[in-house]
C-alpha cells in the first residue's frame, strides 16, 4: 500500500483580501455565485429543490448524485413542462432576504455570474437602490452597461423564462451550441478580471471547460481567480482544491462554517473602503495667489494619494473636483498605475436634485469610502463668498456614518468651520492630534499632502 500526503493549495484570508484589492485597482473584479447561495435564503438547494422528483421516481438521491442526470431521467418519465413547473412553483414560495448576498452587493462587483434561476440577487439589489440589468438570453447581450449598473449575467436561465432554463443533462451536452456567445463573454471577463467564487461546487464544468480553454492559450498567463469553500476535511477535497489550482489557476480560501463567508466579504469590503478617500470642496472665485495655491494643493494631494495606493471619490465640486480629476487622470495615464474607473470614482451632482435626492447622492458618495478629506467650500451669494451648504452637509453626513473626518483649516471657508468644531472636539479624533497644527496653518502642499497620506496610513483597518 502506498501512503502520500496531500498537500493543501490553498491562500490565508488576509493574502485573498490583499490579492483582491491589487486586482480591483488593476483590472476589475467579478462575483460567481452558485447554488449554495440559496441556503443563507432560506431557500433549497439543487438537492432538496429535486426531492420531490425523487419521491415520485420511487429513488434516493444524495449530495453525491449528479443531479442534471438525474433531472433529466424525471423529464425522460414525466416530461420537461412538469419538471419546469415544479421548480417554478418551489422558487417562487420563497422569501428572498440574503446575508450573504447583501455581502457580497457591498462589496461593489460590477459584474456578478450565476448558475442559480431565482430572483435573490435582483431583488436585494433594488432593497439597495441600486440598478441592475439582468442577462440571461443572448439577446440581452445588448443591454450590458458598466456605468452605475451591475450586471447580473445568468448562465442558466432564469425563472422568468422557463422554456429556456439549463436543468437537464441534455441542456448540459448542449450549451455550447445552444450559448455559444454567452460563453464567449464568460471568457473574455475570465481573461480580463478576477473572479471571486462563491457557494459554486464546479459539477456542471461550465466554468471550468471555459478556464481549460483560456490556459491552453494563455498559460502561466492566465489569471488567478479565488473560491471561498467550507472546508470538508478530507483527502479527497484537498486533492480537489489542489487541482483547481494547477489546473485552472483558482486557489481557494477555506472556511468552517458558512457563516464566516458573509464577515470575510464584509472585512474585504472594509479594507476597499480604507483604500478610499472621499474629497469633498468647491469655491466659485479665488483671488489669483489663493486659486494657484488651491491648483497646486490639489495636484499635490491627487498625486500622493495615487502613488501611496488609495484612490480618490468626489462629486465634482466647483472648480475642486475639476482640478482633482484632471490631475489624477494625467498621472494614471502617463504612468499606466491602474483602471481609471477604479482609482477616480467621479460622480458629478445633477443639475436639478430635491433636497432629499441631493441628501441621499451625498450619502451614496460617501459611503463609498472610510475617510472624508474637507478643503475650501466656498459659493458665491450676491457676489460675496459664503461658506458652502453641501460642503457642511457632507462633514455632518460624515460624521453620523462614523467616517475619518481630516479637514484643512488652512483653505478656509466651509472647511475652516469643519476645522474649528473639530479642534473643540478633538478627543473624538484622536488620529488627528499630532497633525492639528499643519492642518490649520500649514502652507507648503506637499507637507500638507504628506500629513494626510500619515493620517490615512494610521487609520487603516487592521
Known sequence: IKFFKVVYSM??????????????????????????????????DWLHLLQPCAEELGVSIDENTDLFKFAQYYANTFGYNKLRKLINKTLNTYQHDSTLVSSILNVGFKSIWTTNYDKIIENNIVKLNAFSNTIFDEKDLVNISW?????????NGDISNLNNIVITQSDIDNYQNNHALFLTFLKRELVTNTFIFIGYSFNDHIVLSALAEINQYLGESSNTHYTIMKNKHTDEF????????KRYHIKTVLVEEYAEI???????????LDSNVFISGSFEYLPSAEDTFAYSLCKSLGEKLIDSNYNIVTGFGRNIGYYISGVVTQKIINNNIGNIEERLILRPFAHIMTSEEDTQFRKLLISNANSTVYMFGQHLKNGQPENSRGTLEEYKLAKSMKKIIIPLGVTGYSSREIFNDVKKNLICYPYLEQYIDVLENERDVDIISSCIISILNRVRTS
Do not use: Y
Open 11 to 44: 491562500i490565508s484570508k488576509e493574502d485573498f483580501i490583499n490579492a483582491i484589492i491589487a486586482n480591483k485597482q488593476e483590472n476589475g473584479i467579478s462575483a460567481f455565485v452558485g447554488a449554495g447561495l440559496c441556503s443563507d435564503a432560506q431557500m433549497p
Open 147 to 155: 456605468q452605475n449598473r451591475i450586471n447580473i449575467f445568468k448562465l
Open 238 to 245: 484537498k486533492m480537489f482544491i489542489e487541482d483547481l489550482e
Open 262 to 272: 458573509p464577515l470575510l466579504l464584509d472585512k474585504l469590503k472594509r479594507r476597499i
